[in-house]
């Protein structure tokens, strides 16, 4: 398996320009995690799905992102309108099943300029 | 709600020598426990974990963790470190109850080993 894929792997934009980060996790795996990693906050859960499903969304900071998984195989994370603070590593993980190993992927990094 | 403790930010260890991480949690049900490592400009991934059974668990890259019940402990350890185990380390526990799906992550110790 090519273990968790995102893309792009770096994204630079400008200040209200809309993001899209993309994800492809593991076949067969039943979870899917958005993080944020950066140096003041560390590494925050923004979402979790299982099965498709939006389980807990209480970690996305406001409403300027969303999360969505259309399928098993896809998953997106938006960011409209992006700002500076939003400049950070994004990654996604997935599990085979709850309270499993987590499968990162190689992260996202965003510069919004 | 859970929580994780790493003690030390920053860990610089000379090659060869024995290295330990700390870890602590809170938390009021089991929980399961695990250590991650991130390489630069990498993902994370796992090391070890602790799901139940023995108390010692060993990972990979001679990684080994004891789990400590009544200190709420999960340190991390390796008898002798090797420049290619610098990197930043995460101790982690799983959400209890009805966020047993989540894990909740430390904010991470970089071990520093020097030549």
């Known amino acids: 398996d090519a273990g968790v894929i995102q893309s792009p792997r770096h994204e630079v934009t400008e200040m209200g320009q809309e993001v899209t980060l993309r994800c492809k996790p593991i076949?067969?795996?039943?979870?899917l995690f958005w993080y944020r990693q950066t140096m003041m906050r560390g590494l925050e859960l923004l979402i979790y799905?299982?099965?498709?499903?939006?389980?807990?969304d209480s970690g996305m900071p406001e409403d300027r992102f969303s999360a969505k998984m259309p399928n098993a195989s896809f998953s997106t994370l938006k960011i409209q309108p992006s700002e500076p603070r939003d400049s950070a590593v994004y990654f996604c993980?997935?599990?085979?099943?709850?309270?499993?190993?987590?499968?990162f992927g190689p992260g996202t990094r965003l510069t919004v300029l | 709600a859970q929580s994780v403790t790493q003690l030390d930010s920053q860990v610089p260890v000379f090659e060869e020598a024995p290295v330990e991480l700390r870890c602590n949690y809170s938390?009021?049900?089991?929980?399961?426990l695990f250590w991650y490592v991130q390489y630069p400009n990498q993902g994370l991934q796992l090391l070890l974990k602790?799901?139940?059974?023995?108390?010692l668990v060993k990972g990979i890259n001679g990684f080994e963790a004891e789990f400590n019940k009544s200190q709420t402990s999960f340190h991390l350890r390796k008898p002798s470190v090797h420049i290619s185990d610098t990197a930043e380390y995460f101790c982690?526990?799983?959400?209890?109850?009805?966020?047993?799906?989540?894990?909740?992550f430390g904010p991470g110790t970089s071990l520093s080993v020097i030549p």
């Open positions: 993980a997935s599990s085979p099943s709850r309270a499993h190993t987590q499968y």
């Open positions: 938390s009021s049900v089991s929980v399961y």
């Open positions: 602790y799901l139940s059974g023995s108390t």
């Open positions: 982690a526990v799983t959400g209890g109850g009805a966020s047993y799906d989540k894990v909740i």
């Open positions: 076949s067969g795996h039943d979870y």
């Open positions: 799905f299982n099965n498709n499903v939006p389980i807990d």
